[in-house]
């Protein structure tokens, strides 16, 4: 049941960590919310290797998340209009 469930909040993790453009905001969440759940596995001694795994796990998919709504900059080059659009 613990494996199911830890599976489930790392899946968890990626979809909360990719909702920023900020990949520094989405490595951060994602290390707060992998320590959730390395916290939640380890027991006994092992609750901080645990939550310290968790969080270098989390770190690794949040950072590396792709955001459904990423926006780039462009800038037009015959009126040099600055404006933001789904990135290609």
Do not use: W
Request: proline content about 3%.
């Amino acid at each position: 049941m613990r494996k199911t469930a830890s599976i489930g909040m790392l899946v968890l993790i990626g979809f909360l960590a990719g909702c920023t453009n900020d990949q520094g905001i989405n490595a951060a969440t994602g290390a707060l919310a992998g320590a959730a759940v390395g916290s939640q596995l380890g027991g006994g001694k092992g609750t901080a290797a645990t939550t310290l795994a968790g969080a270098a796990i989390g770190t690794a998919i949040g950072a590396n998340a792709t955001p459904t709504n990423k926006l780039c900059t462009y800038r037009n080059p015959q009126t040099g209009a600055i404006y933001e659009a789904p990135c290609n």
